[in-house]
T-cell receptor, first 113, second 114 residues
Framework: AQTVTQSQPEMSVQEAETVTLSCTYD???????LFWYKQPPSRQMILVIR??????QNATENRFSVNFQKAAKSFSLKISDSQLGDAAMYFC??????????FGKGITLSVRP | NAGVTQTPKFQVLKTGQSMTLQCAQD?????MSWYRQDPGMGLRLIHY???????DQGEVPNGYNVSRSTTEDFPLRLLSAAPSQTSVYFC?????????????FGEGSRLTVL
């Protein structure tokens, strides 16, 4: 089965510092999309950032950026200038066969004031 | 603009009971799907639909039925609830059944089966 792996179940970061959340994936597709979703305590799933595999340039959305290493099948999320509102569970996801979206198990990020 | 609306938000069932989780979207999205979220398991795809009249199974379809009679609605039916179906359920929709379709999620429905 094609999988998405988030090996760290929890991380903590000091407010205003930078944190990187790791994600690796398995795929046999040549073109696919990768996503990071945020789930705050409200339970609502929110898209943070997306990356198309054939694009070399790493995606950036304000304080959020990715480090996409296609050969290594790695897709990490960097959060700069962490804020209290960034505390949430973060899911890495990948499109795969038949374009179905597969999620990792998630990582809980806490932000220390 | 309501987006994706799920009802009910909370439900308690007894083993063997049946129920339907409702999902409606007002964005004219072709693609709709149901996920369940369990601790330490992430989100797993139950069923999905690429358009009215077309449905298919996801990763964990057993015990669930779906239908898609209109573009807007995609209900999830639990035929005979089991404690293993205790979970949080998310409905999601997307404009395109393609690689770049951003999923828009409902607020989730927490189901407890006793």
């Amino acid at each position: 089965a094609q999988t998405v792996t988030q090996s760290q179940p929890e991380m903590s970061v000091q407010e205003a510092e930078t944190v990187t959340l790791s994600c690796t994936y398995d795929t046999s597709e040549s073109d696919y999309y990768l996503f990071w979703y945020k789930q705050p305590p409200s339970r609502q799933m929110i898209l943070v950032i997306r990356q198309e595999a054939y694009k070399q340039q790493n995606a950036t959305e304000n304080r959020f950026s990715v480090n996409f290493q296609k050969a290594a099948k790695s897709f990490s999320l960097k959060i700069s200038d962490s804020q209290l509102g960034d505390a949430a569970m973060y899911f890495c996801a990948r499109t795969g066969a038949n374009s179905k979206l597969t999620f990792g198990k998630g990582i809980t990020l806490s932000v220390r004031p | 603009n309501a987006g994706v609306t799920q009802t009910p938000k909370f439900q308690v069932l007894k083993t063997g009971q049946s129920m339907t989780l409702q999902c409606a979207q007002d964005m004219n999205h072709e693609y709709m799907s149901w996920y369940r979220q369990d601790p330490g398991m992430g989100l797993r795809l139950i069923h999905y639909s690429v358009g009215a009249g077309i449905t298919d199974q996801g990763e964990v379809p057993n015990g669930y039925n779906v239908s898609r009679s209109t573009t807007e609605d995609f209900p999830l039916r639990l035929l005979s609830a089991a404690p293993s179906q205790t979970s949080v359920y998310f409905c999601a929709s997307s404009y395109s059944w393609g690689q770049d379709g951003e999923l828009f999620f409902g607020e989730g429905s927490r189901l407890t089966v006793l």
